[in-house]
């Protein structure tokens, strides 16, 4: 039974779900500025509803996210740019906002004459309507509510405001002329999962890929209770799932479907920063594998201070070579691998695997629950591998690595 609280003397929470017992807090919760790929706070800011002061993040219904692809319009790209900026600016209600087209100007470039046509059509299409307070000089627009039977497509406001010393993600892809590109982009929004990978799923999007295989590993020392694997990052693209067939065509000739244009809209993303790559390594090949540890090649590197995969990728690689010892070399240099992980004799052979991730990231109560799952992943990596290198540096080759719990207390 799912019992609903509208929270009245609690200043940051909007909704309360409470479920076997579990309160999770969704939609409204307070949080802070969102931040890129860093974990770092900021202060918090007092917000008002409906004032168009806005928030961290905004949300979007699947079901509105839908019609706006379908519903009449001389310019998509503005159509579904405008709605975003209205939506940017709600308050903790996610439904009133005082943002109009002056924040499609400032923000998207989008000029006053055609941002105030995409809000006369959103209001003819019943997508949003002017409040009693709205006036010609000073209006106020009310958006649909978001439904509660579905989880909505989470953005960061910065991806439409811009990060510091930079120019808008939603601009950059205004600039592309595809529509259909910002329809990629927030579609991987939508399926952001809040693991301790806080990427797209692998299933649905993934790098690192070869010729002939999906993942090379291979097991390149036994020593103890451990082995040495070798993986090599490969540069092909997968991807699957319904969302992609969109971004496809049928071939006049054998009726096949035409990718291109799908990789195409892929390298755009990339090109302006809106999406990258970052290497994990998984338990096993198939897409379904648990991730084990977040990589990095420049950790192998001497560099200023490295990220935790940075940390994790050196670690790994000094453990690995303390277990093989200076004897053996050969090992590493011939191998025409990119990192060295020991793992546990009995384990399978891991999978190296790019997870897409998006730069400008909504600072939602799940990214915040992945992040501390990630860290909680790296500390107890970093214990074990520490732990394994000074076995070895003691001659000590029998006791198995000890990783502790996944997630840490609940």
């Not at 692809?69 to 709605?83: A, D, E, G, I, S």
């Not at 949003?128 to 509660?148: A, I």
Request: hydrophobic share 40%; charged share 25%; with cysteine.
């Amino acid at each position: 039974m799912i019992i609903l609280i509208k929270s009245v003397c609690l200043e940051f929470l909007d909704y309360l779900y409470i479920l076997d017992g579990v309160i999770l807090i969704c939609y409204g919760a307070f949080v802070m500025n969102s931040i890129t790929a860093s974990d770092e706070t900021m202060s918090p800011e007092k917000r008002r509803r409906g004032e168009g002061k806005g928030s961290s993040f905004f949300a979007v219904g699947r079901d509105v996210w839908e019609t706006l692809w379908n519903v009449p319009t001389t310019n998509r790209l503005n159509l579904v740019l405008t709605y975003f900026t209205l939506l940017a600016g709600t308050g903790s209600d996610h439904r009133l906002t005082k943002w109009s087209a002056s924040a499609c100007e400032q923000y998207l470039g989008i000029g006053k004459p055609r941002a105030k046509h995409a809000i006369d059509e959103l209001i003819k299409s019943k997508l949003v309507k002017h409040t009693d307070k709205s006036t010609r000089l000073s209006p106020q627009y009310e958006l649909p509510e978001l439904p509660l039977d579905a989880e909505p497509i989470f953005l960061p406001v910065q991806a439409l405001t811009g990060l510091k010393g930079e120019n808008p993600m939603f601009r950059r892809v205004r600039e592309t002329g595809d529509a259909m590109v910002l329809r990629m982009l927030v579609d991987l929004y939508g399926m952001v999962e809040t693991d301790a990978t806080f990427g797209i799923p692998i299933s649905n999007l993934r790098n690192g890929g070869h010729a002939n295989a999906e993942a090379i590993s291979r097991k390149v020392a036994q020593v103890g209770v451990h082995a040495v694997w070798a993986l090599e990052e490969g540069t092909y693209q997968n991807a699957g799932g319904d969302w992609t067939v969109r971004h496809a065509s049928k071939s006049r000739k054998n009726g096949e479907r035409d990718w291109s244009v799908f990789w195409e809209r892929i390298g755009q993303l990339k090109q302006i920063g809106a999406i990258y790559y970052e290497p994990w390594l998984f338990e096993g090949a198939e897409l379904d594998a648990e991730p084990l540890m977040p990589l990095d090649p420049a950790g192998l590197y001497q560099v200023s201070e490295r990220d935790d995969g940075g940390r994790l990728t050196r670690l790994a690689h000094d453990t690995a070579y303390a277990l093989v010892s200076e004897e053996r070399p050969y090992v590493f240099e011939n191998s025409g691998a990119d990192y060295f992980v020991p793992l546990p004799l009995h384990h399978q052979p891991p999978a190296l695997r790019g997870v897409a991730r998006l730069r400008v990231e909504a600072d939602t109560p799940g990214r915040r629950l992945a992040w501390k799952r990630r860290r909680t992943l790296v500390e107890n990596w970093e214990k074990a591998l520490s732990q394994l290198l000074s076995d070895a540096q003691q001659g000590h080759f029998d006791r198995p690595m000890q990783r502790g719990t996944k997630g840490g207390k609940r």
